[in-house]
């Protein structure tokens, strides 16, 4: 006579396993030795905090990690005990089930409410971080980061002309950053001062920060935004009240200078334009012929290419109509050359990238 199937109901189910109670106290306790351990790590030691707020982000991320720690051992755990406990032995019946938790109203409110709960204290915790984050003053040195394929440029109040790759910043100077691009989406981080954003064409993202140690630091675009993404980095340098004054006052006169100096194409020099050439432009343009695309066509036989006698604007490939795409950008249908002062060149870096892109065809 066939046996009746046990009532997962009835209370036959109620033995959880062997040793059940000794595992989930082991787990409690590796629980509470890795949360202890976490919490008193020093995570300057790691990535250094080089601006505020980097302190009150390490201290959400230790809070998650917290959670994240509970979480796994709870289910990483249970989920091998069981598999261990309740495995399939010869001597059972091919239709043996295990304990049955299905229609246990406690358990599942339990399983729901407290992931509920745990997610909105997150949610608060995080809220009032960013909240704090937004309305801190930074109205002492407001400037941009402008993100390119495939670099980035930062623009200051007192200079005419972006500065590119290189961001300087004084310490102790509450900062407010806007960022945006001018082509596809980007993104701003620097690891040590824990603060990203999205650079989006047409949008413009702000990020507070003050920085607090002085030091040189990594810029890295976090999205990816075409072959050359992973070249896409920069350097954020903080620097003393001092060394700042010293750089901008230097970099305002060296921009001086170059904005009254003529374009003068006749003292440009192919070698130094082809040095300028490999950090400008190559990204973006190879120097084979024009349907050698990278980003933007191939400009090696501008003067001498048959298939394309003219520039993209439709002019004759002269020396000066190349200056002019130079100095004033291009936008077609092959997408946007930035102008003279989103590329940061002076008239002599016009002048030298033109005596190398006519070089190049073998003309004068």
Not at 134 to 139: E, L, S
Not at 335 to 353: C, H, K, R
Not at 358 to 364: A, E, N
Request: glycine share 8%; with cysteine.
């Amino acid at each position: 006579m066939a046996q009746d199937k046990p009532d997962p109901q009835a209370g036959q189910y109620s033995n959880l396993g062997p040793g059940f109670w000794t595992f989930t106290a082991f787990l409690a306790v590796a629980i509470v030795v890795s949360d202890i351990w976490l919490v008193q790590q020093d995570f300057g030691n790691w990535l250094p905090e080089a601006a505020a707020p980097a302190d009150a982000i390490d201290a959400l991320f230790k809070f998650m990690g917290v959670w994240v720690i509970a979480i796994f051992y709870i289910v990483a755990g249970y989920t091998v005990y069981f598999s261990i406990a309740f495995r399939h032995k010869k001597s059972d019946p091919p239709d043996a089930i295990g304990v049955q938790v299905h229609g246990n109203n406690k358990l599942e409110f339990w399983w729901t409410f407290l992931p509920t709960i745990l997610i909105v204290v997150l949610s608060v915790y995080s809220i009032q971080i960013w909240r704090e984050l937004q309305n801190t003053p930074g109205d002492v040195l407001t400037m941009e980061a402008i993100g390119h394929q495939f670099g980035f440029q930062f623009r200051y109040p007192r200079l005419s002309q972006p500065v590119a790759d290189d961001m300087h910043v004084p310490v102790g100077t509450p900062i407010t950053l806007h960022v945006t691009s001018i082509d596809v989406i980007h993104s701003f981080w620097v690891p040590e001062v824990r603060v990203k954003a999205d650079m989006v064409p047409g949008l413009i993202q702000t990020l507070r920060f003050t920085p607090t140690k002085v030091g040189t630091y990594r810029i890295i675009c976090t999205e990816y935004c075409g072959r050359n993404h992973g070249d896409m980095v920069a350097k954020l340098h903080i620097d003393s009240q001092q060394d700042f004054g010293k750089w901008i006052a230097g970099q305002a006169a060296a921009q001086h200078q170059a904005a009254l100096a003529p374009l003068d194409l006749s003292k440009g020099q192919a070698q130094a334009g082809q040095a300028l050439f490999g950090q400008k432009c190559s990204a973006c343009h190879s120097v084979g012929p024009f349907e050698q695309k990278i980003v933007g066509p191939g400009l090696g036989h501008l003067q001498d290419d048959s298939a394309h006698p003219k520039l993209v604007d439709g002019a004759d490939p002269t020396p000066a109509e190349i200056a002019k795409i130079l100095q004033n950008g291009f936008q077609g249908p092959l997408g946007v050359m930035p102008n003279q002062s989103a590329n940061a060149l002076s008239n002599l870096d016009i002048a030298n990238l033109v005596s190398y892109l006519v070089s190049l065809s073998g003309k004068k």
